[in-house]
C-alpha cells in the first residue's frame, strides 16, 4: 500500500520483506536503513515522567515488542541482494550478520549526561575509512519524528555526504531505499 507519493519519493506501509523480496538485484544504490536493535528500548521508559523529553518524543509509541528481537540473517542477505551498498544503523548490534567492513560512520549525538548512547555507529558497506559527525541528538528535525526511534533527517542527509568527500566530486545516488 503507497502511503504517500511525489515526483521523487514513494511511502509504503508494506513488511520490508515482503517489499524487498520483488524488487529485482542491485534495484537501489544505497539502502539507508534502522533495523529493531533488539534491545527492548521502550521498557526504558516504564514509569517515567511524562514531561520527560525522551518521554515526549514517542508520540504515543509507548507499548508493544518490536524493538525486543533483531533481524535475523535473512533481512540482511535480502538487504544486501536488492541494493550496491549500505548503510545500517545500529550496525553494532548485527555483525554476527555483516562481517567486517572499513567504513564505519559514527554520529555523535553530543547528548550531555542523560542515560542514552553518547553516540551511534553505522555499519557501511564502503570501500572507506571511517567517517564521524556531530550533530546534538535532539536538533536537527526531531521535532517532526514519528517514531521513537527515527534518525532526524539531517542524519540521513549528513552520512552520504560524509561518504561522498571520499569519492570523485560527483559521486551521485539516484535510487534510495530507506527502511
Given at each position: 500500500?503507497?502511503?504517500?507519493?511525489?515526483?521523487?519519493?514513494?511511502?509504503?506501509?508494506?513488511?520490508?520483506?515482503?517489499?524487498?523480496?520483488?524488487?529485482?538485484?542491485?534495484?537501489?544504490?544505497?539502502?539507508?536503513?534502522?533495523?529493531?536493535?533488539?534491545?527492548?528500548?521502550?521498557?526504558?521508559?516504564?514509569?517515567?515522567?511524562?514531561?520527560?523529553?525522551?518521554?515526549?518524543?514517542t508520540k504515543g509509541i509507548n507499548h508493544g515488542e518490536?524493538?525486543?528481537?533483531?533481524?535475523?540473517?535473512?533481512?540482511?542477505?535480502?538487504?544486501?541482494?536488492?541494493?550496491?551498498?549500505?548503510?545500517?544503523w545500529g550496525g553494532n548490534y548485527f555483525l554476527d550478520?555483516?562481517?567486517?567492513?572499513?567504513?564505519?560512520?559514527?554520529?555523535?549525538?553530543?547528548?550531555?549526561?542523560?542515560?542514552?548512547?553518547?553516540?551511534?555507529?553505522?555499519?557501511?558497506?564502503?570501500?572507506?575509512?571511517?567517517?564521524?559527525?556531530?550533530?546534538?541528538?535532539?536538533?536537527?528535525?526531531?521535532?517532526?519524528?514519528?517514531?521513537?526511534?527515527?534518525?532526524?533527517?539531517?542524519?540521513?542527509?549528513?552520512?552520504?555526504?560524509?561518504?561522498?568527500?571520499?569519492?570523485?566530486?560527483?559521486?551521485?545516488?539516484?535510487?534510495?531505499?530507506?527502511?
Amino acid at each position: 500500500m503507497i502511503l504517500s507519493e511525489s515526483p521523487k519519493i514513494q511511502a509504503f506501509n508494506i513488511d520490508c520483506m515482503d517489499f524487498m523480496r520483488d524488487k529485482p538485484d542491485n534495484y537501489y544504490e544505497l539502502a539507508i536503513v534502522d533495523p529493531p536493535y533488539g534491545i527492548g528500548i521502550l521498557s526504558q521508559f516504564n514509569g517515567a515522567d511524562k514531561t520527560n523529553s525522551m518521554f515526549k518524543q514517542t508520540k504515543g509509541i509507548n507499548h508493544g515488542e518490536w524493538d525486543n528481537t533483531p533481524p535475523g540473517r535473512d533481512y540482511f542477505i535480502e538487504l544486501s541482494r536488492v541494493s550496491t551498498n549500505q548503510i545500517i544503523w545500529g550496525g553494532n548490534y548485527f555483525l554476527d550478520h555483516l562481517g567486517s567492513t572499513r567504513c564505519m560512520i559514527s554520529w555523535d549525538k553530543m547528548n550531555g549526561t542523560n542515560n542514552m548512547a553518547d553516540f551511534e555507529i553505522a555499519w557501511a558497506s564502503f570501500d572507506s575509512s571511517c567517517r564521524r559527525f556531530s550533530m546534538h541528538h535532539f536538533s536537527a528535525g526531531y521535532d517532526e519524528k514519528i517514531h521513537l526511534c527515527q534518525k532526524a533527517c539531517k542524519t540521513i542527509q549528513v552520512a552520504p555526504k560524509e561518504l561522498r568527500q571520499t569519492k570523485r566530486q560527483d559521486f551521485r545516488y539516484t535510487r534510495r531505499l530507506i527502511l
